[in-house]
């Protein structure tokens, strides 16, 4: 990979690793996990999974084909697309069969006293723009301005980064979800999800709210139902509570964030919700019987191995 590109990864890295980078815009928060050029072997394929948090490409060469259900896309640069995956969606790609492929992605998620109801409205709007964004003039310049930023002779400085990054995501989003983060307070849209299926509705929910310590008395707000009730109904129909399907997510995220990013063990128990290293570590131990750091290490020499 070039210079350059590995100057922007190293500064980027440094700017999250300092702590966990998170911007506001409204009543929502935005949390940033990770921010990179990525350069890919030719006819690379990644087999069905699932993100816990949203993932935004811009293909540089090469292209990405993805499928997700019965959608088929193919995302490379003339398209003057983005691709937007939001979390909790199965989905398998494979890369261009001849030459390297480089993209550059962000990772996110979305927290804040409505996350529910925008996580669900943006997982909605997706489908209908079937996982791809159009850039406008607007984000279009301020996606080519953070492209470019690690290429002047002047140091790409992670306060720079910050303010290009926040200006980028928060206007990409209220272009294309102008719907889904307005009127915040209105909750029909789950409830009708609950309706028709109300394990699928919950589990749904769940992704946004990997990080609070009470699951259960938001969602039996969100739902009208008593926490008790609401904790009967899912245990019935999946044989554990909410509290023990929020810690499985919690350790998926985990280790998904600890293969796949370079946020620090700190910062990545700190985007899950644990404000202290040792909680974290403790949560971790507990339930894969090694440390965050441990697998993170494991994790590096099997990838080596397989490459």
């Given amino acids: 990979m070039e210079e350059r590109f590995l100057k922007f990864n190293r500064t980027a890295a440094g700017t999250i ?31 069905e999974h699932e993100h816990p948090h949203y993932v935004l490409t811009f293909v540089e060469t090469s292209y990405m084909e993805t499928t997700c259900d019965d959608l088929i896309l193919k995302t490379h640069p003339n398209t003057n697309r983005l691709f937007f995956m939001p979390p909790a969606i199965s989905h398998h790609c494979r890369f261009g069969e001849s030459g390297p492929h480089r993209n550059f992605t962000i990772n996110f998620q979305i927290g804040g006293p409505h996350a529910l109801e925008v996580n669900e409205r943006i997982a909605h709007r997706s489908r209908e723009l079937r996982y791809e964004i159009p850039l406008t003039p607007e984000t279009d310049s301020l996606l080519r301005m953070l492209l470019h930023a690690g290429e002047s002779e002047a140091p790409l400085t992670s306060e720079l980064l910050k303010h290009l990054l926040a200006a980028f995501l928060t206007t990409l989003m209220r272009q294309t979800f102008p719907d889904a983060l307005e009127n915040l307070s209105d909750r029909e849209t789950l409830r009708m999800v609950f309706r028709h299926d109300r394990v699928d509705a919950i589990k749904r929910a769940m992704w946004a709210m990997v990080r609070d310590p009470n699951p259960v008395t938001i969602l039996s707000k969100c739902f009208e139902l008593s926490s008790r009730h609401l904790n009967r109904l899912f245990r019935k129909e999946t044989g554990r509570s909410i509290k023990q399907y929020q810690n499985e997510l919690r350790i998926r995220s985990a280790c998904n964030l600890l293969q796949n990013s370079n946020l620090s063990i700190s910062a990545v128990g700190e985007a899950l919700g644990f404000h202290r290293p040792g909680l974290f ?14 697998y993170r290490i494991r994790s590096t020499r099997s990838k080596i191995t397989t490459q």
Avoid at 281 to 294: D, I, S
């Fill in 17 to 47: 690793a300092d702590g966990l980078f998170h911007f506001g815009s409204g009543d929502l928060d935005f949390f940033l996990l990770s921010c990179q050029y990525n350069e890919l072997p030719p006819d690379l394929r990644i087999p």
């Fill in 281 to 294: 570590a403790a949560f971790f131990r507990k339930h894969l019987a090694c440390t965050p750091l441990e």
